[in-house]
């Protein structure tokens, strides 16, 4: 059986670990929990950005996602091009301007790559990378 490329994290996620969210706390440690035992957990360069304005210092923000457990991947240059064919459709969809482009970076990242994505907010990543396995409530 081939390895389990990874899951990687959405900031939601991670954001709901280090508030301790009121609502999403419980599911979101507990699906973080199964993510590290089940292989190879990772954050990108959109998601390290998004976790970190919560964070005074990039040593805290470290602290938090330990290398060790959290694989810090590249965004690999198709996934830029996905992530922006994905956004012009959702664009022509009557998506808001306002709507955040990293999203679309996170699920072409995932896509391109074969990762399981974790993340609370699906509906976008559903939609716009249907081949992308997700791991949401």
Request: hydrophobic share 40%; glycine share 6%; proline share 8%.
């Amino acid at each position: 059986m081939p390895e389990h490329p990874g899951t990687l994290v959405d900031s939601s996620v991670l954001l709901d670990v280090s508030t301790q969210d009121p609502v999403w706390f419980d599911w979101s440690s507990a699906a973080l929990a199964n993510a590290v035992r089940s292989g190879p957990v990772l954050v990108n360069p959109i998601v390290y950005a998004e976790v970190s304005v919560g964070y005074h210092r990039i040593e805290d923000l470290d602290d938090a996602l330990p290398a060790d457990i959290f694989r810090r991947e590249s965004l690999p240059y198709v996934a830029g091009f996905l992530a922006g064919k994905a956004y012009r459709d959702y664009r022509r969809r009557g998506g808001t301007r306002t709507s955040p482009l990293p999203d679309f970076f996170i699920g072409a990242h995932a896509a391109v790559s074969d990762l399981t994505l974790l993340t609370r907010d699906a509906g976008r990543y559903a939609t716009y990378f249907p081949t992308v396995r997700l791991i949401k409530p």
